[in-house]
């Protein structure tokens, strides 16, 4: 099982950009999905996260600015960034808890590589 995040790159203050993270391999069951953002110097922080059945919550810094989403037929999440602000500025990463074959005893964390975003004033 592997995430795919892409998506990011370099975009002016109020611009937009939606991410995309696609889950690959055989899974059996993916159960919440988040975004984190890991800024220079920072430490990676929880921006978003959404649950199988799409009850989503936000960090307040992007609260009212991005958006989740997620296709569990597709075996996808989006994060659609708009008014982005030079502080969003970031590597980001997507997360997913997977149960991976129905005779494991505990689902698995699994995290993407990361993409870049870079918002200029």
């Known amino acids: 099982v592997q995430l795919q995040a892409s998506g990011g790159g370099m975009v002016q203050a109020g611009g937009s950009l939606r991410l995309s993270c696609a889950v690959s391999g055989n899974t059996f069951s993916i159960n919440f999905m988040a975004w984190y953002r890991q800024a220079p110097g920072k430490e990676r922080e929880l921006i978003a996260d959404i649950t199988r059945r799409g009850i989503d919550t936000y960090e307040d810094s992007v609260k009212g600015r991005f958006t989740i989403s997620r296709d569990n037929a597709k075996k996808t999440m989006a994060l659609q960034m708009n008014s982005l602000k030079p502080e969003d500025t970031a590597v980001y990463y997507c997360?997913?808890?997977?149960?991976?074959?129905?005779?494991?005893?505990?689902?698995?964390?699994?995290w993407g590589q990361g993409t870049l975003v870079t918002v200029s004033s």
């Open positions: 997360k997913a808890d997977i149960w991976v074959d129905l005779a494991d005893t505990a689902s698995r964390i699994f």
